[in-house]
C-alpha cells in the first residue's frame, strides 16, 4: 500500500491528511503547532495520522507541505524588520511600485498599495550602477557600502535588520565570499538574493 501525506503547519495548529492511493480513503490529524522548532509538530501529527490510519510511517510515499506561518508574519507585520540595499538612485522603488499598479488611470486612482516589506526608513543605496545588460558600469566603492550599511543597522528596530537586495548580478551583493562588506557588519543577518 501507499499513502499520500500532506502538512500545513500553521501559527497556532499543524493539520495533517493522508491519503490512501489505492481507495481513496482518508483520515486526519490536527496538533498544536510548534513554533520554536516547527518540525516538533509535523513528527507528532504524522505520528497521530498514521496510527489512526493504522499504518506504519514507512508506508508513506509522498509528502506535501505547506506553512501559513511566513503569509501569516506578512500579514500581520509580526515577522523580522528587514532592510533593503539598493543601487543608488533606485531607494524609493519599493515604495513608487508601479510595475504593480492594475489597469490604466483608473488603478492609479483607486489602487491602494501594500506596505513593502523594506520601509524607506530602512533603505539604503550603494554606488554600483548597472546597465540594462545587467553589466557593471562603476565599481562598488566598499568603503561607501559598508557606511551605507552602518547607517542602516544604527537606523530603530525592535530587531537587526536584514539587509537584502534586488541586485541578481555581480558586486558584493551577491558575493558569498567571508569579506563582502555585508558579511563584516556584527549582528546583521544577510540574505543573498535569488540567482
Request: proline fraction near 8%; aromatic fraction near 4%.
Given at each position: ?102 489597469g490604466?488611470?483608473?488603478?492609479w ?15 539604503v ?38 539587509p ?22 556584527p ?9
Open positions: 500500500m501507499s499513502y499520500r501525506l500532506g502538512v500545513d503547519v500553521g501559527g497556532t495548529f499543524t493539520d495533517l491528511l493522508l491519503i490512501d492511493e489505492n481507495d481513496g480513503t482518508t483520515f486526519t490529524a490536527k496538533v498544536p503547532s510548534t513554533p520554536a522548532d516547527p518540525s516538533v509538530a509535523v513528527l507528532n501529527g504524522i505520528a497521530q495520522v498514521c496510527e489512526r490510519a493504522a499504518i506504519d510511517p514507512r508506508e508513506v510515499t509522498h509528502v506535501l507541505h505547506g506553512t501559513t506561518v511566513a503569509t501569516n508574519a506578512i500579514l500581520t507585520g509580526s515577522g523580522a524588520r528587514v532592510g533593503l540595499v539598493t543601487t543608488k538612485g533606485y531607494r524609493q522603488i519599493l515604495q513608487i511600485a508601479r510595475s504593480f499598479v492594475p490604466a488611470l483608473t488603478g486612482v483607486l489602487y491602494n498599495k501594500s506596505i513593502p516589506l523594506a520601509p524607506l526608513e530602512l533603505t543605496e550603494v554606488p554600483e550602477p548597472i546597465d540594462a545588460r545587467g553589466e557593471v558600469v562603476e565599481p562598488l566603492d566598499e568603503a561607501a557600502t559598508r557606511q551605507a550599511l552602518r547607517r542602516l543597522k544604527s537606523r530603530p528596530s525592535k530587531r537587526s535588520p536584514s537584502s537586495s534586488t541586485r541578481t548580478r555581480t558586486g558584493f551583493m551577491n558575493s558569498a565570499s567571508a569579506s563582502s562588506p555585508a558579511r563584516k557588519l549582528g546583521c543577518r544577510y540574505r543573498s538574493p535569488p540567482k
